[in-house]
């Protein structure tokens, strides 16, 4: 356990439902991160925070997918409208001041029927 | 942008056999180099990492060595166990951003 927690761990929605996924970091992390899994593939980035400030996102963050991170601690990424093509894996990973690692939480998974 | 390159899989190897993932990247600058290993039914955990040139990172019996001439971070361990069975990652921390950027994965199958 690395301290970064995700939920819910599993989501099955029909297409086009909107769905909404938590991510609460290690509590002093300023950095938070939300990375997509597809099975047999690495995670691609698909946004940054630095406290609430959403600093980079990912041309795979399509118009249909925004998250948020109001207070500078946990975040909550929504995909509206989903596909089949949104099913993966989301992990959120998050980084402490000075320090070059990421952490990263157990994954959200989503399947899109 | 940053790319990252490794090894395909699936690699098998016999228990205490010598083991080499090979991973080369692409670069502007000098990015952070990272292993991260996923176990069966886990998340993604740090192994290693190397912040600079001619640093080797270390751990579980795992090295690897930041090699800057060959933009290389190959993954080794000398004498692997069944429980090393995994997925590994290499993974350049991009150096213009803060993300990292994720190699397709080794899948790592050791036999008893």
């Known amino acids: 356990d690395t301290g970064v927690s995700q939920d819910p761990r599993h989501k099955i929605t029909k297409r086009g439902q909107n769905v909404t996924f938590r991510c609460d970091p290690i509590?002093?992390?300023?950095?938070l991160y939300w990375y997509r899994q597809t099975l047999g593939q690495g995670p691609e980035f698909l946004t940054y925070?630095?406290?609430?400030?959403?600093?980079?996102k990912s041309r795979l963050l399509s118009d249909r997918f925004s998250a948020e991170r109001p207070k500078g601690s946990f975040s909550t990424l929504e995909i509206q409208r989903t596909e089949q093509g949104d099913s993966a894996m989301y992990l959120c990973?998050?980084?402490?001041?000075?320090?070059?690692?990421?952490?990263f939480g157990p994954g959200t998974r989503l399947l899109v029927l | 942008g940053d790319s990252v390159t490794q090894m395909e899989g699936p690699v098998t190897l016999s228990e205490e056999a010598f083991l080499t993932i090979n991973c080369t990247y692409t670069?502007?600058?000098?990015?952070?180099l990272f292993w991260y290993v996923q176990y069966p039914g886990e998340g993604l955990q740090l192994l290693l990492k190397?912040?600079?040139?001619?640093d080797k990172g270390s751990n579980k019996g795992f090295e690897a060595t930041y090699r800057k001439e060959t933009t290389s971070f190959h993954l080794e361990k000398g004498s692997v166990q069944v429980s090393d069975s995994a997925v590994y990652f290499c993974?350049?921390?991009?150096?213009?951003?803060?993300?990292?950027?994720f190699g397709s994965g080794t899948r790592l199958s050791i036999r008893p």
């Open positions: 190397a912040t600079k040139a001619d």
């Open positions: 990973a998050s980084r402490g001041r000075g320090n070059e690692t990421q952490y």
């Open positions: 925070f630095q406290n609430e400030a959403q600093l980079e």
């Open positions: 509590s002093e992390h300023n950095r």
């Open positions: 993974a350049p921390r991009d150096s213009s951003a803060s993300k990292i950027i």
């Open positions: 670069a502007t600058g000098y990015p952070s």
